[in-house]
């Protein structure tokens, strides 16, 4: 299998926010962020694979900003590292106000998803090789991310993750 | 304002995974979930503080087992700690087959929420009163979490999660 | 087929009031409401009889109060009474509004379900065996309930309705 | 307020059963067709009475036939009788299978709505005045369902329902 | 194949405009009001051809008027012409102000459906039969409005649409 | 006000086609279509005028490829001209599908938007500024669509039209 680069699995996705994506005091409802940017990571994980693909998780997102009704969301998602049957999407979100026409940086997040084929099990896919700075970044800092992903699941002990480490001693997190 | 205790909190939300919430190989997405969760522990924040919440983080989240069209998924949500304008939610998801009867725990999460006024600034929220052995644990554990969520957003330095690193010498995650 | 108790059918159901379901001065919409107690309903019934159901009928439901935009509903199900392929399932509404945190009982009401196997075709249901009073009075009033449907139906007589006579000399109506 | 004949509020909404509108073995779920059923009953309450209404009560509804996946519903309204504030609205369901050309009749049902203004508060109504055979033996029937409806919400004793115990001796129910 | 009237496949959609369907300031969008109308025109294009219909083409539609949250949307569809395989539909809409009881033209629009078998392939329909003026007015347009279709896919010369260049020659569009 | 380039207005968006977006044989709705490229049009035009918009029309629309269930759609949409209060918006739309990778081009089109005040009056919008060559020929060609939505709604005499004439003579209509 040959390997892709991050551009190949890049998807972007605009939303209109409309009410019911909003709570009482027209502000987006941080569940529908979620599910927005799960159908955005899932297409590009899926444009990195040529497979179906199902969400094994979500790491720790924060909302900084209320995002308001009529507010255009985009997102912009492509595969940060693939492992052996899956794949890590780096998604960056931004809300835009038309009247005024600010736009801010809403959020940062990481999904990863498995592949598999028509009968359900899991399937090997391409490698990611990452092109410039920012790419190669991302490609580092995914074994870390992994890492807490498997102790925060209780599938490591936090001694052996010799990478994670790294985040208590002064890296940045992306 | 009174305390209150975890149970003047407690949600439950049943689902049923319909056509749309599933991919072509009839495996519920996980954006689905994600948002039925953010309902469910809104309701629960809400049940708590008596105010409109929006969310705030959400916490790593993984899918074990897939879920499938015609599940019928049972949500439980109810805060496991309180802070000055924020409370933290503890979320339990269980999907049930129903031809088999058999019912997996398919997750486990914390989201945060902040209450608002109408106006939309902060405002204070009650206490929150643990009352059984495991609503203690859930609430102790909540300021590790809380440091992890604070160093990922990059608004804590990783040295002074003085909590958090009890999570790195063998203590349970929950 | 071993009979079951009320409590393994029991279903909650929380759903905060979007505005698509509500009309232009911010009140759910009843239709809204009887598709959201139809799935509740379903799920409670599918827990009892482990198979596919379909909905046979609904009695009479009257909406008390309105319930407004951002109220949160709670929904609860559980088998009243099993028939030879048939389950009559009873349902209890409220409406929470969170600001004052006042909670008003909204409705109540009966749907009845047929299970079916993979083809379709009905197929014989475990038997209800209430344990509390209150349930019995539930399972008792079923037999007067099924009259009713039948008679409305078209497909009872009035006059061998000998249950439902009871009905208009002086009894409980559930 | 001039009265309106039934025409005037006559209403037909045709809809596709879409998959999300069915259970996993293709049938359309009753809490859908009711919610469709609200929406027609509650467009023609309003052509009548030009005002905003909402949902006061459903008569019992059965559901004799599946209906199927790709089948088209047809729903046709119009209002029965009018009361002081409010209106009853009859609504006649068909199903129609689109390769075989074959329609079947699936519900008749009764909705009744109460008129609001601007603020909430229940306003009257223009009187209903029935022109056809049919027409008028909806209107006549609509005294004694609103008996059953009274007595079913405990809002009448079974006593007074002199007209209701008409449908005890031999009358046909519509 | 026997030929059919415009009747057998009039079609009428009535919807009530929700929150989820307008934008910021309470009017309908656009492209919701193409999703009905299409969802209109498939169920009388299935009426006609008793078959699984897919859409082949919209015809330039324009909106004349601002259609508001809370008003009662009216679709009429029946078929206008038939062809080998597809069928052009008609569809007419209005738009009711429920408090005012005023009721003004929307649209006018054409839509083309082609008619396909189990496996997707395209199947003869039958003949479509003018009956009224009216009817025979539009079933002769519908030549020239093929031509123009044709035209705009880049699928015939301009030269040689003899019907369409009447258009241009001071006829009325339909 | 300033001219606006038409990557300013540059607008993707991405969707999956879920079950409820097809119809029983597994084909992506038009009208389902026709909505997502109203939404993305609408966001690329408020973001060339910083307003509110509401769809004026569109022109047709032909749909020459089936979409299938699982699909990954892709619109691109650009302001292509401004006049005085509205915009013209052309869309390209594909259809990716996943485990072969194919994607063909499935539509071109063209929606126009008026720009409206808080109040919902007209207001005008800046100027369209083309840079590519593409640009130029698609600013060119809006006169001429603009002439044959006027015919087309009766509101310009075809011997008026001297731009669109010019599409009975041989050119390209994009």
């Given amino acids: 299998m040959k390997g892709k680069s991050p551009k190949e699995s890049h998807t972007i996705m605009n939303e209109l926010v409309l009410p019911n994506d909003t709570n009482t005091i027209n502000n987006l409802m941080g569940g529908r962020l ?34 308001k009704l009529g507010d255009v969301i985009t ?20 809300a835009q106000n038309i009247p005024s026409g600010t736009r801010v940086k809403s959020n940062e997040a ?45 599938k490591m002990k936090p001694d052996d993750a010799t990478e994670l480490k790294a985040l208590f001693f002064g890296e940045q997190t992306s």
Avoid at 39 to 44: G, K, L
Avoid at 77 to 94: G, I, N, P, Y
């Fill in 34 to 67: 979620l599910h927005w940017m799960d159908i955005a990571a899932a297409i590009s994980a899926q444009k990195h694979c040529n497979r179906i693909v199902v969400t094994a998780s979500v790491d720790n997102v924060s909302f900084q900003h209320p995002i």
């Fill in 110 to 154: 990481y999904y990863t998803f498995v592949a598999l084929d028509q009968n359900g099990r899991t399937i090997p896919v391409p490698e990611l090789v990452p092109e410039t700075i920012d790419e190669i970044a991302l490609f580092d800092g995914a074994l870390r991310r992994r890492q807490l992903r498997l102790i925060l699941a209780g």
């Fill in 75 to 94: 997102i912009e998602a492509k595969v940060s590292r693939a492992f052996t049957t899956s794949v890590e999407v780096r998604l960056d979100v931004w």
